[in-house]
């Protein structure tokens, strides 16, 4: 047969002396078939094979890979034990239980063997054993024979029944001694044996009414066992004719769906004789089997023979029946006939579905072909009412694959994927190929095990936070989340943040983050002015083996908060006292006195600074400009108004609660010379002889064109500084003047370079200028605090009308580098056609500032009443 083991050999069985048959291979096919026989009634542990080695397995390994035995059986009779791979009996075996009088008895064994996967077919042969002896159904029963009967006359006599089958069971039966009677015994067409007396000698009422003898049937075991009954003859009076069948033999068919009471046929037997000896009386012979007996029925008036059970053919396919007619006179002899009956197939069985393995859950990654469960299906009808097709439903991704006859593997057929379906609910159905066909559904719930095959994925691709600076160290400040479609610990997450650095440190020490929720904590208090923004990896790790993670962007962005207040830079004050201005007395309204400079280290609208006066000695005569600090007047001045007037400056930025600063200023209404010269507290001048004031003049002018003539020299050879300088100073003679004097682009909070613009005003003739004193590199980058010493320059009252100023150049200072500022500074007063040098006054305040060394200059443009000036250009040089 197909799938059957080639190869076969002999094993023994010392206690019983019974030789069972193995049919083995040691193959490597799935389809591989082995067979064992075993004798019924064997006791628990009772060995029947070494299963391990007849298939060639391991036997260190049938743990490990999972083997086990499946069975269709009520029982479990038969199991392995998985240190050695013997196959023994679990639990007795009764053979007349489990297949009644079937002349073959065979358990069906599955073995599942996994990694790789390997399928067995196991039969085992359950052997009789002779433990039933025949018995009768009566212990004595009654033959009635008239004494008329002939010599050679044959009486039916009741059957003996045995369980057992083959040799085991009923192989003939024996008579006792008698003068009149003889045994027959003759075989039925199912091989079963039954027993007829035959008369010998004729009978005599009158000399003997009756004869008993002992019965005995005898099976064919070793050793043989035996039944008996007793056989009462009783002797009749001669009755002249006996009953005569139509056909001593009947043929019927019979559907075995037939229902109780259907008739199966009519018997019709005739008796010449009248009255008593006429009346026929119909029943079952003597030796009618008692399952014939359970089945059917037989009228005794009418001879119909009906249906009195359930008829299966999947039982019995034909029934015997032997019925005898006997008159009701006396001296009645019974005459037999003999009644076939073939029982009819009939689709009256559904399919059976015995799932004998299912290996559940599977992982979502087992490859194509993976056998999920061993299914076995049967059907106990016949020809194509017993042929069974297998089917499962096309839109799941599984297969069914036939191993055996009536043997199905349920297979994968493709990749499964547990988060797109986690388990499957397959429905097997079985259909016969009878008219019309019967079906039967199996529901098989398949399971899929989580494989870690997905990583964490974050909600967003980035994530930005926003913080206000001045945050409390160790508060939560954002939080991330990522899911993981996986499930159990492959789906649990931890979070952590990946080294790196933020301006030069860890950036543990900036934030961390809870592990299990994805919170983030700020560990420091940040401040916008140093750190306005950084960016943080945090990576989402799951618990799967081997682990599988992913990583986001954080972008932390921190907001200003206004907790800087302005800080003023122009006009500091000097040496502890108030900043002081110097104001003509001859200026009309609007004319520009000074003006505030402050800055803000804050950003946005919190760095927006706004000025106003606070204080001042004439509330109507000068006036700050609310966005630039611009100081200007408000009306001309007047001879009653006080020569010191002291204004207090508030610089307030936009901020909530906005934050201040103020600055107190002093302006010198001046009419003259000394009263300008007064306000330089380092210089006092005395009241000097005209011959003392020509001498300084004299020394001065030499002095200044002895320096001039070097300085021209220097300049001439040293082209390469100036390239370096980065200042491009433009003078153009007809360019217009603009109105603010001085023009700050700077490091405010939205800068990141100064630009200074210089120039000379139609308008006044007063202008303060700021320069950046020298730094060295350690000094911080953005430190806009850094307060700037500064110069400052007054020039008398400059006729509008002559006024041709060129416009100086933006002069960007460089962070990187010192700004060094030499002092070159010249005027050049034209008059009539000749440039005169400064006065002495003017060159003792230069060289004063000159032995200082200061980097920053503050001149003054003076107009003296003894000269007629008239200034049509003004040229600073810076470098």
């Not at 194509?384 to 839109?395: A, K, L, T, Y």
């Not at 972008?555 to 502890?576: E, M, R, T, W």
């Amino acid at each position: 047969r197909d799938g059957e083991c080639p190869t076969q050999f002999e094993r023994r069985w010392p206690r019983l002396l019974t030789i069972g048959l193995l049919s083995a291979s040691f193959c490597h096919l799935v389809s591989c078939q082995i067979r064992y026989s075993v004798p019924e009634e064997l006791e628990h542990g009772a060995f029947v094979g070494n299963i391990a080695e007849d298939l060639g397995l391991d036997v260190t390994k049938l743990s490990s890979r999972r083997f086990r035995i499946a069975s269709g059986a009520r029982k479990q009779y038969l199991e392995v034990n998985l240190e050695n791979g013997i196959l023994f009996v679990n639990e007795k075996i009764d053979r007349e239980e489990q297949c009644e009088q079937s002349a073959a008895c065979f358990l069906h064994l599955q073995v599942v063997i996994e990694s790789p996967l390997e399928l067995y077919r196991v039969e085992v042969d359950i052997l009789d054993v002779n433990d039933n002896p025949p018995s009768f159904p009566w212990s004595e029963f009654v033959l009635e024979i008239s004494e008329s009967a002939a010599p050679g006359s044959r009486f039916p006599v009741e059957s003996a029944h045995d369980p057992d089958v083959g040799t085991n069971s009923l192989r003939t039966y024996s008579l006792s001694p008698s003068d009149h009677f003889t045994l027959v015994v003759q075989s039925r067409s199912d091989g079963s044996k039954f027993a007829e007396l035959v008369l010998e000698a004729p009978l005599d009422r009158e000399q003997q009414r009756s004869h008993q003898m002992m019965l005995t049937a005898v099976d064919g075991g070793m050793p043989e066992k035996s039944g008996s009954a007793q056989i009462t003859v009783s002797v009749l009076d001669a009755n002249d004719n006996v009953p005569v069948f139509e056909q001593p033999f009947y043929k019927v068919r019979l559907l075995e769906n037939a229902p109780r009471g259907s008739m199966l046929v009519r018997l019709n037997a005739t008796d010449l004789d009248e009255g008593s000896n006429g009346d026929i009386s119909y029943s079952f012979s003597g030796h009618a089997p008692l399952k014939v007996r359970e089945l059917f029925s037989v009228d005794s008036r009418t001879g119909e023979i009906r249906v009195k059970g359930v008829v299966d053919f999947e039982k019995a396919s034909v029934y015997e029946i032997y019925v005898q007619a006997k008159d009701r006179g006396p001296s009645a002899v019974a005459v037999h006939c003999k009644v076939l009956v073939d029982i009819l197939d009939v689709n009256d069985n559904a399919p059976e579905v015995i799932l004998t393995s299912v290996s559940t859950p599977v992982q979502e990654d087992a490859p194509p072909g993976t056998v999920i469960s061993v299914i076995s299906v049967m059907d106990r009808d016949s020809g194509d009412n017993g042929n069974v097709d297998c089917e499962i439903p096309h839109n799941m991704p599984f297969q069914l694959h036939t191993s055996f006859k009536n043997y199905y593997t349920l297979v994968t057929s493709e990749l499964l994927d547990r988060e797109t379906v986690s388990e499957y609910n397959i429905t097997v159905t079985a259909r016969d190929l009878g008219s019309p066909p019967l079906s039967t559904r199996k529901s098989i719930l398949v399971q899929v095990s989580d494989v870690n095959d997905n990583a964490p994925r974050f909600l967003q691709p980035s994530f930005s936070v926003y913080v206000t600076e001045n945050n409390a160290p160790g508060a939560s400040i954002s939080s991330v989340t990522a899911s993981d479609p996986d499930s159990n610990q492959n789906a649990y997450l931890s979070y952590s943040i990946l080294e790196g650095q933020i301006q030069g440190m860890p950036v543990s020490t900036y934030v961390s983050i809870n592990s299990d929720n994805g919170n983030i904590y700020a560990l420091r208090s940040f401040d916008y002015e140093q750190l306005r923004n950084f960016q943080i990896r945090v990576q989402a790790q799951d618990a799967g083996l081997p682990p599988l993670s992913s990583n986001v962007t954080v972008n932390v962005f921190v907001l200003d908060q206004n907790d800087n207040a302005p800080v003023i830079v122009s006009p500091l004050p000097k040496n502890g006292s108030v900043a002081t201005e110097m104001v003509p007395r001859s200026v009309d309204a609007g004319y520009l006195v000074a003006k505030i400079t402050a800055l803000d280290a804050d950003a946005g609208q919190n760095s927006r600074l706004s000025y106003q006066v606070v204080q001042a000695t004439d509330q109507g005569l000068f006036s700050v400009a609310l966005y630039t600090g611009e100081i200007r007047t408000i009306r001309r001045l007047m001879d009653k108004d006080a020569t010191r007037q002291r204004l207090v400056i508030l610089v307030k930025d936009n901020g909530q609660p906005p934050l201040s600063a103020s600055v107190s200023i002093i302006l010198s209404v001046v009419d003259s010379v000394p009263e300008t010269l007064s306000d330089f507290g380092d210089l006092t001048l005395t009241q000097e002889s005209p011959s003392s004031l020509t001498l300084y003049l004299i020394v001065s002018l030499s002095s200044i064109s002895f320096i001039f003539l070097v300085a021209i020299i220097v300049l001439a050879t040293s082209t390469e500084v100036f390239k370096k300088s980065n200042i491009n100073l433009q003078i153009s003679s007809g360019a217009k003047v603009p109105t603010n004097c001085v023009e700050v682009n700077g490091n405010s909070a939205l800068s990141q370079a100064y630009c200074y613009k210089v120039c000379l005003t139609p308008e006044s003739a007063k202008s303060d200028f700021m320069f950046l004193k020298p730094y060295s590199p350690a000094t911080p980058r953005n430190n806009a605090k850094e307060t700037s010493r500064l110069a400052s320059g007054w020039n008398g009252q400059i006729h509008s009308n002559v006024v041709n100023n060129g416009a100086y150049a933006p002069y960007e200072v460089k962070k990187k580098n010192y700004v060094h500022i030499y002092k070159n500074f010249f005027f050049y007063i034209i008059h009539n056609n000749m440039c005169y040098q400064i006065t002495v006054f003017m060159v003792l305040i230069d060289a004063l500032y000159l032995l200082q060394g200061t980097t920053a200059m503050y001149y003054r443009y003076i107009s003296l009443p003894s000269f007629s000036l008239q200034t049509s250009t003004c040229v600073d040089v810076l470098q």
